[in-house]
């Protein structure tokens, strides 16, 4: 199992910054790839940037240049972060904390379940 927390959200005008944490806790070391992802009102959750274990990104092209994702990882406590700049209105969602948690089946076949962390508010005013 994988806990996540998320903090940073918030009210801001447009054209400024915010940095998005998710702090990561139980079974750390199975945690695969990370991510944010994003739901507007009654919009789909769609993927803001994620990052691998091993440093590789994917940054949505309506975010790219704006925003920046990153982690540190440990064997207690794994922490993501979005940097997010230049904000714009329609940035405003709930900002959501993903993990993806390898189980394996012990004969060699394996999967990776996901864990949601309970969302953060992100407002941007024009």
């Known amino acids: 199992q994988v806990q996540l927390v998320e903090s940073g959200g918030g009210l801001v005008q447009a054209g400024g910054s915010l940095r998005l944490s998710c702090e990561a806790s139980?079974?750390?070391?199975?945690?695969?790839?990370m991510g944010w992802y994003r739901q507007a009102s009654e919009d789909r959750r769609e993927l803001v940037a994620s990052i691998t274990r091993e440093g590789t990104t994917d940054i949505a092209d309506s975010v790219k240049g704006r925003f920046t994702i990153s982690d540190f990882r440990d064997t207690v406590k794994n922490y993501l972060y979005l940097q997010m700049n230049s904000l714009k209105p329609e940035d405003t969602a709930v900002y959501y904390c993903?993990?993806?948690?390898?189980?394996?089946?012990?004969?060699?076949?394996?999967?990776?379940?996901?864990?949601w962390g309970q969302g953060t508010q992100v407002t941007v005013s024009s």
């Open positions: 139980g079974s750390v070391s199975s945690i695969g790839v």
């Open positions: 993903k993990a993806e948690s390898k189980v394996d089946y012990g004969d060699g076949n394996y999967y990776f379940s996901p864990f």
